[in-house]
């Protein structure tokens, strides 16, 4: 069974926004930092946004200003939402747990796509 589910892509209109959460096992989030990352065609993928263990956040400067990282431990979820999209937001979005213990190496979700149209 996956570890990592990520929901809520799809096509947005450039200045619209995103939702995106990714469900995760509860050992995950509580072992681990988390992170959103995405991989536009023909680029190499790169962390959009990271939350840690203590909830410190970090925003890509492609994105600062316009997305907010957070995490329901409940729900189990990291969510991220973004806004005023612009084409360049393209890519398909991934979470992954932060490979820094041990048991949070290789954690990543199957990715979720989102088109972004001008």
């Known amino acids: 069974q996956a570890q990592l589910v990520e929901s809520g892509g799809g096509s947005v209109q450039a200045g619209g926004s995103l939702k995106l959460s990714c469900r995760a096992d509860g050992y995950i989030l509580a072992s681990c930092g988390m992170g959103w990352y995405r991989q536009a065609p023909g680029q190499e993928s790169e962390l959009v946004s990271s939350?840690?263990?203590?909830?410190?956040?970090i925003y890509a400067d492609s994105v600062k200003g316009r997305a907010t990282i957070f995490q329901d431990h409940n729900k189990r979820t990291v969510t991220l939402e973004m806004n005023n999209l612009t084409p360049e937001d393209t890519g398909v979005y991934y979470c992954a747990a932060i490979p820094g213990r041990l048991l949070c190496r290789d954690k990543r979700g199957q990715g979720t796509r989102v088109t972004v149209s001008s």
């Open positions: 939350i840690d263990l203590e909830s410190i956040t």
